[in-house]
């Protein structure tokens, strides 16, 4: 689960960030990921959206279970100025934040639909409980041998363990000529 | 197509909020919504986010195609302080925007997980083209006959007509035990 998680991803916060605990825009434990040595920035929750996405699949434990998470990818201001001007690499200081839920449905939202939207089949899903967060951190100093990149992975505050973190750069290493970086950035409606 | 855009959103900018052209933050050609009086909130774009979502369904056009879209709320700071001190009704000068795109996916993507994690059939999605955006303006005076919510749709920069206008409240009024908003904020991994 936790490695599925850490697919479709992002950056994460320096360490010695503050940390903190309970905010409603951000929580950490004070862990450091291993290998990267990346905390949980503080108020990543207050960023602003690069986009969104779904990830399906079959999970990777529990007896062949469907997975079937919303995601959304926030960033710093340093990485949403990179994405809206379109600047590779990533400058140092880039932060993008990947937030994992479980996609989550209800019979109300869905009744309310059938009623507005009769004949349509119209259904709604949203962002259940939370999986987990990921970060990608750009210092092309510190993490040359990453591609520029600290990786990071935190389930309910605390860091994946060191053969999680080991396997993030070899799956992005796809996408090398957008800097590591598989999201793009959504469009302004 | 608009008429189904319109069915899980949020509130609007306020009519006489300046409008400006083509920023990565926020687009308006001034026009403001019909019945409410709602421009583009300048800036939007830049919002914090409160969740995200899926529809699917049938097209209200073309010939019997599937609707997916893809779906991001944002809130200005009014709304989401009140998103989580949990505080409804929600003050006046909160506003919601509904960013909706076309679900698409990439065989580049997929690949890329396909190598990563064989053998679990990870699949992506991710925000396409942009749909439409929707607001939900609050102003407990100015919109009393519509549970003091003024609402807002826009296509490429444009307000829908009276017709898709005239549909918002009623299709929110099975919402009306949460201010007649469908969204939950989304909690922070």
Not at 88 to 101: E, K, M, Q, T, V
Not at 107 to 135: E, I, K, M, W, Y
Not at 142 to 171: I, M, Q, V
Request: glycine residues 12%; positive net charge.
């Amino acid at each position: 689960m936790r490695r599925i998680a850490l697919v479709s991803v992002a950056v994460t916060a320096v360490a010695g960030v503050a940390a903190y605990m309970g905010s409603a825009s951000g929580q950490s434990n004070g862990d450091a990921a291993p290998i990267y040595g990346i905390k949980i920035p503080e108020g990543y929750r207050d960023w602003r959206l690069i986009s969104v996405k779904q990830l399906t699949g079959k999970q990777l434990t529990g007896a062949g279970g469907e997975l079937k998470q919303l995601r959304a990818q926030l960033g710093n201001d340093l990485a949403i100025k990179a994405f809206r001007d379109g600047t590779l690499p990533f400058p140092d200081g880039a932060i993008i934040a990947a937030l994992h839920w479980n996609e989550a449905s209800s019979d109300f939202d869905n009744q309310a639909l059938a009623a507005g939207f009769p004949g349509l089949g119209l259904q709604s899903s949203f962002a259940g409980s939370a999986v987990n967060v990921q970060f990608m951190v750009k210092d092309s100093k510190k993490y040359a041998a990453s591609g520029g990149w600290g990786f990071a992975d935190f389930t309910n505050g605390k860091p994946g363990n060191e053969a999680l973190h080991a396997k993030c750069f070899s799956c992005h290493q796809p996408a090398k000529d957008r800097d590591y970086v598989f999201t793009h950035y959504a469009p302004t409606p």
